[in-house]
């Protein structure tokens, strides 16, 4: 498989991740360096190991995996979606003033937008790939991704507020909508 090929596939499995480093940049009231790069890093570890996993798995799980994982991604980004439009229209909460990424949401967004990323590393195992400098490039581009996501969520959501709360929201919820109908074959 050619580079340029690998590359458009690891832009192809970062989309996801970008998409939802967009909408935190939106949602977060003060996005610091340590928050862009956790999720920079951990959307990137992710995108990385599960096509590494995948092609370990390869032919004896694939059918097992490949029937469940849009259900899983569809729950996960559903749920956060929820959560932050939840978020969004509540009264703000005096108590809370951390305004961080924690680690559980950020365990659960990252397998959330990795879990494409098993798959092509499961079809990965009946392809010619070498998977150490495929995995690498999926990682690499992803953080990179993640990275532009969270600074242009960012620059926006200072100008637009709750709204974009609420669109940042609806954005998950429409990617996990998107990624079960693909797998349907409804899209």
């Known amino acids: 498989m050619s580079f340029f090929t690998l590359f458009v596939i690891a832009v192809g499995v970062s989309a996801d991740a970008f998409a939802v480093a967009v909408a935190k940049g939106l949602h977060l009231r003060r996005v610091t360096a340590r928050d862009a790069a956790s999720l920079a890093l951990g959307f990137g570890f992710f995108q990385a190991l599960m096509p590494l996993v995948g092609w370990l798995l390869g032919r004896s799980f694939s059918s097992y995996i490949t029937e469940i994982d849009h259900w899983i991604a569809f729950f996960l980004l559903g749920l956060i ?37 098993l798959a092509v590393g499961i079809s990965f195992a009946f392809l010619s790939v070498s998977i150490l400098p495929a995995v690498a490039l999926i990682g690499l ?25 609420i669109a940042g929201g609806i954005i998950l919820i429409l990617i996990g909508t998107r990624i079960l109908l693909d797998h349907l074959g409804i899209i």
Do not use: H, N, Y
């Open 81 to 117: 979606g929820l959560k932050m439009i939840w978020e969004a229209v509540s009264p703000p909460d005096e108590e809370d003033d951390s305004d961080g990424i924690s680690l559980r949401e950020l365990l659960l967004l990252s397998v959330a937008t990795s879990l494409d990323a």
């Open 141 to 165: 581009t992803t953080t990179v991704l993640t990275l532009v996501g969270v600074i242009i969520g960012r620059r926006a959501g200072g100008r637009i507020g709750r709204p974009a709360e």
